[in-house]
């Protein structure tokens, strides 16, 4: 609870910690403090009007009269000694202050609050990397009391948050996707909000065992260390992840004694040099296979996947306890595709069937009875209407609400992105072509979880004496409709509790949830695509740009070798190119060498080879 806590002070709109001369930022704090619960939160109700802090409603209601505030009903009752406003029993009262800002706003003319979004840009504090160490020693030597310092991890937005291209709302966002990437990595019941420890909320701690990533090694996985943990690692299918491509330790450091006694304590408290990750970074890398897979240790196999559900996919078929629709026009693939929703452990299991060509056994419409590989050579009971499909998608409910996805080829084997003739992605969401990736394209195209489905081509197709069975399994589409609408209100409620603490924040506080952007794709997606700059690069290096710039000049290395002269140029060096990892050290951490600006932890292969 004490994350969580920490979290919603830090949504408040950011005015709350500015001494801002701003009086209608004032008057809205103050409204907001002392009136919304009873009159905004939920609306009019008993008798109470339910919009005090939209401006426009309550000039016309005569709740405020522009320029009169003797005339404005809020201000007259707040001021009323025998009927105040909030009422005598309510303890928090608004100070003087308070009142006579409201009075002054309103003799002012009572202009509309800012939107969040155009709030006067409020000064932020730059966070030096000393600082940063700081923070993370004391929270750590803290956890130390109760023996906890180990399972201690960070997040930084620092690099973020110094750079004044980055607005507060995209500061907000990069919280939220944070929040929500780690939910959707973890079989936990409980959601786990990251912990901020500064009030800017650049640097957010977790505590490994609430995403029961002590227990797996994830963190090593991530880092791209050799796990030192007894057990087995699943095994890795395509290109391995190389590690952390911003890791540097910075105990060495030639001109920072402070630092560097900071530094080393941190390493040793947390156990591990590597404690701290950039959440832009993770974001990304985590979204995507392989570390998506290996973070959710999800199983090779469908079938493995299934028995962790507890879904028995050839009994419910037997038992007609799976629904299905089948259709010729899919919205995503080029072929006929089936759609089938079972009930699962944690909620709801739903899994596509899907066709590279549209002949022979990939008609649906004659053989909607498959797949011919449920069941052991010839045993199918409907040997003659099952089709043989050629990929899987699967979507289904972690234990917090939050959806996992996986992807297979027609042996339900796990696949990192489906080939382009079964589905494409044509927004390129995780910036590597048409091809759909595991994870980020799944929740950038099923932002609200499901997508309604076109209508079923199969339930009245077939004649015969399998009619009935296809009848059983291809209901209705009204009763299609109905599960993917309960599905999707189930993922939005879990969604909005992720999220609420982060962006649920002024004038966003009542908007519906499906107008807000899905977090992860909307910072994975230009992350990956991105570049950049000198400003970023500086800032990520921890320079001040001029510095970086005349180093670029000078320096042969960072000019010629590592390709830095764009950046001295106005131009931007692709974000895979800063981080590619060529023999052992990104481009990042080869600059920092020349720099003298930390040491970087050597990229080992997560199984070394
Ligand atoms: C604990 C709940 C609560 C809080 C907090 C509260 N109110 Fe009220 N308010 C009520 C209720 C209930 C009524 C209706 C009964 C009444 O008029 O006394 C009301 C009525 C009013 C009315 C009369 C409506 C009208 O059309 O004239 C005004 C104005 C008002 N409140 C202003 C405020 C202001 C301004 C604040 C904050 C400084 C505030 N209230 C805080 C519960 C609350
Ligand atoms: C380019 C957008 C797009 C991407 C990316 C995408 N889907 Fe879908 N998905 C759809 C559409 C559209 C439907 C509705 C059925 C149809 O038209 O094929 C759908 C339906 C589904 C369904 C049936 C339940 C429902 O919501 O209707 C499942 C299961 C599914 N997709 C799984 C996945 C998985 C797993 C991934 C990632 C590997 C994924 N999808 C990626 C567009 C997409």
Redesign the pocket.
Known sequence: MRSLAVCLVLALPLAAHAQDDDLGVQARKALETHCYRCHGKDGSSKGRFGYVLDVKKMAESKKIVAKKAAESRIYARLIDPDDPMPPEDVKARPSRAEIEIIRKWIEAGATDFAEPDDLPEIKRKPVTLRETFQLMHDHLLAAEQTDSAKYQRFFTLTHLHNNPKVTDPQMRLYRAGLAKILNSLSWRKAIVYPTPLDVQGTILAIDLRDLDWDLNGNWLKVIGAAPDIKGKLPPLTVEPHKGYPYALTHERNPDDAKLNALAKQVYRLAGTEVPALRADWFIAAASLPPLYHELLNLPEYVGDLEQQLKVNVAYNFLRDKLVRAG?G?????SQN?L?E?HDATFGMY???YDFKGDDGRAVLVRFPLGPLNLFPATRHPYQDQAFVHDGG???WALPNGLHA???TNGNGKRID??PAEV?????E?AGRGPA????L??????KH??????RDDIRGALQGKVRDKVRRLYPEKKFMDRL?ED??RDYLTAVDRVIAPYLRVGADKKKDIKQFPEVVSALATPYLKGGVDLDQAALELGLEPAELKAAIKVNGTLRDLLGLRVLSSGGQLKRQTWESVREVYSPFQDAAVELQLGTPVRLRRLLAD
């Open positions: 259709f026009k899919s919205n995503v693939s595709r759609v929703r739903w899994k596509s998608e699967m979507i996805y996986m992807l992105s489906g589905v494409r992605d044509e927004k969401t759909i990736f595991n994870g394209s799944c929740m950038a195209c099923h979880g499901m997508i309604e489905l076109p993917l599905d999707e």
